[in-house]
Every structure is written in C-alpha cells, then in structure tokens.
C-alpha cells in the first residue's frame, strides 16, 4: 500500500516543484537545470561507479567481505536511475545517494534492518584453501595420439565410418 502511495506522491510532489520554480524561475531555465542534472549526474555515476567496481574487485581479491561495496553500488545504480528521471525531488535524491556519506548511513541503517547469516570463505575460515584436493578420479581413458579428437588440428580427417 505504501508503495502505490509513493507512485502517487512523488509524480504530485514532482509536478508542484515544476509549477513553483517554473513560475519563478521561467520555463527555460527550468528545463535547463533538469536537463543539466541529468548530464551531471550522469558523469559522477559513472565516475563513482567505476571507483566501486574497483574497490569490490579487491574486496575479492582479498577474500574480504564485498557486501558494503555491494551495495554502494546498487546505491549509485538506483541514484543514476532517480537523476535520469525529470524532478527537482528525485534528482535531490539521487545527489544525495552519491555522497559516501549518506550511502555508507544508508547502509548502515539498511545492514541493522536484514539479517546477515554468515559471510565465510575457506581461507578465512580456517579451512584447506583447495577444498576439492580429495577427488579421486578412478574411470579415465587414455587418448593414443593417432585417437585425437575431430576438434583439435591435426593432420588424420575424421570419418564417419
């Protein structure tokens, strides 16, 4: 229910902003700054989004837990989605999703709402680091070399005899 609210109010908020700084400002200036947020915040979504696929790759190069980073991301996606939206109340919005600041806040108030079970991995776990070296592979055929594949180059044709 509150979610239909929200599709009912912000397309209504939306609309009083426009009708108020468009009588203000004029309506070119208006659509200018709309359109130069969208520009805008195109540019520092993808600038921040690359800074967060940086630092999630080395989350998991260092088998560290990647979930803040995560959701930085998802944060910076939904915030790049709210500033291509027309509206001086999204694009408030969707700037402040790209202050760390209020992201980190945010994630910080969204971690104490979701129950996180476990994050392990084998090495931080203390366990062996190759958790398959028990496999023991007991049917296997020899390839002759003249018994090559068809897929590989060599220099027999294969047949279908």
């Given at each position: 229910m509150w979610l239909l609210l929200l599709f009912i109010l912000i397309p209504l908020l939306e609309i009083w902003l426009f009708i108020l700084l468009?009588?203000?400002i004029g309506i070119y200036p208006t659509l200018f700054i709309i359109l130069l947020t969208a520009i805008l915040g195109t540019f520092l979504v993808k600038t921040q989004g690359v800074?967060?696929?940086?630092?999630?790759?080395?989350k998991f190069n260092e088998l560290e837990n990647p979930t803040e980073p995560i959701?930085?991301?998802?944060m910076i996606l939904f915030a790049g989605a709210l500033l291509l939206?027309?509206?001086?109340?999204?694009?408030?919005?969707?700037?402040?999703?790209?202050?760390?600041?209020v992201r980190r806040a945010a994630f910080f108030w969204l971690r104490n709402k979701v129950?996180?079970?476990k994050y392990s991995s084998p090495?931080?776990?203390?366990?062996d680091k190759n958790k398959y070296s028990d496999i023991e592979v007991t049917d296997y055929k020899e390839v002759e070399p003249e018994e090559k594949s068809p897929?590989?180059?060599n220099s027999?044709?294969?047949?279908?005899d």
């Open positions: 468009g009588g203000f800074n967060v696929l940086k630092e999630i790759q080395s959701v930085h991301g998802a939206t027309p509206g001086f109340f999204t694009d408030t919005v969707g700037f402040l999703l790209l202050l760390p600041k129950n996180l079970v090495e931080s776990s203390g366990g897929w590989t180059n027999k044709t294969h047949s279908n």
